[in-house]
């Protein structure tokens, strides 16, 4: 597809200039900025392959690579404002991307704003809600699922890239050679999508996304790019290293059986 027939270079064009504002004197945007915006563009990335592996119609790939573009446009100024990515020590960030895009009119003309718009809101809640019309449904699931597939890659970045073993700080001091909290091992069993405030270990943390592999990723083209990316061989050795336990184990199983069926 050429960009312009759908207007997404126009769209990102915008974007681009809106992550500008956030730029030092020295043209640069800060480290954890910076990372934000590498984010966005490997979701983007992901969404696209996801829309043409499944085969989405024109209408459908286009609402869903610009919400995966706009998903996370309100980091910029969450960061600035609260200085922290922590949603629960400061503003729910889908609804910040959502109003500041909205508030800026960048959707508007387009013919799915609407789908856009609440793609961009739902992208981080706990489940998408129910009764939504197909294209803001299918965009949803499908910025949802590209999203999670670069916070698999973001996670082995922060192994390889930190001192984890003795900076604690890595993985905000969640504690390694824990097992995995019952709460969290029993809503991933019964495939709950597991709260936040429920992670006390960094096994928990790790185990989250395991759970997402056993029923959090919505197509079938999006468990087939984790599964060749090795995400889940990746947290079932680092599990073991981090002290995850007979649990963690029969969960990656779980997984790893799920995975063979894609
Ligand atoms: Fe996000």
Same mark, same amino acid.
């Given at each position: 597809m050429s960009a312009a027939d759908d207007g997404f270079e126009a769209l990102k064009a915008r974007y681009l200039a809106y992550v500008d504002t956030f730029r030092g004197p020295d043209g640069r945007l800060g480290e954890m900025l910076e990372l934000k915006l590498a !984010?966005?563009?490997?979701?983007? %990335?992901?969404?696209t392959r996801i829309a043409d592996g499944e085969g989405f119609d024109s209408e459908r790939r286009s609402a869903t690579i610009a919400a995966a573009l706009l998903h996370d446009t309100g980091r910029?100024?969450?960061?600035?404002?609260?200085?922290?990515?922590?949603?629960?020590?400061?503003?729910? !960030?889908?609804?910040?991307?959502? %109003?500041?895009?909205?508030r800026l009119g960048w959707v508007v003309g387009r013919p799915d704003a609407e789908a856009v718009l609440a793609a961009v809101l739902y992208h981080n809640r706990k489940e998408v809600p129910e009764g939504l019309d197909p294209l803001t449904e299918a965009a949803s699931h499908a910025v949802r699922d590209a999203d999670k597939l670069d916070i698999f890659r973001v996670l082995e970045e922060r192994v390889a890239t930190t001192d984890w073993r003795r900076d604690a700080k890595a993985f905000w001091n969640l504690k390694a050679g824990l097992p995995p909290s019952p709460a969290v091992v029993a809503a991933i069993r019964g495939g709950r999508s597991v709260d936040y405030s429920e992670i006390r270990t960094l096994s928990d943390f790790v185990l989250i996304q395991v759970g997402w592999m056993i029923c959090g990723l919505h197509y079938r083209v999006s468990r087939r790019l984790c599964a060749e990316r090795g995400h889940l061989a990746f947290r079932r050795r680092f599990l073991d290293e981090i002290g995850g336990g007979a649990e963690a184990e029969e969960l990656c199983d779980r997984a790893e059986r799920l995975a063979l069926s894609v």
């Open positions: !984010h966005t563009m490997r979701v983007v %990335d992901n969404a910029y100024e969450q960061l600035v404002k609260y200085d922290t990515f922590n949603d629960a020590d400061s503003i729910d !960030h889908a609804a910040l991307s959502h %109003d500041i895009v909205a």
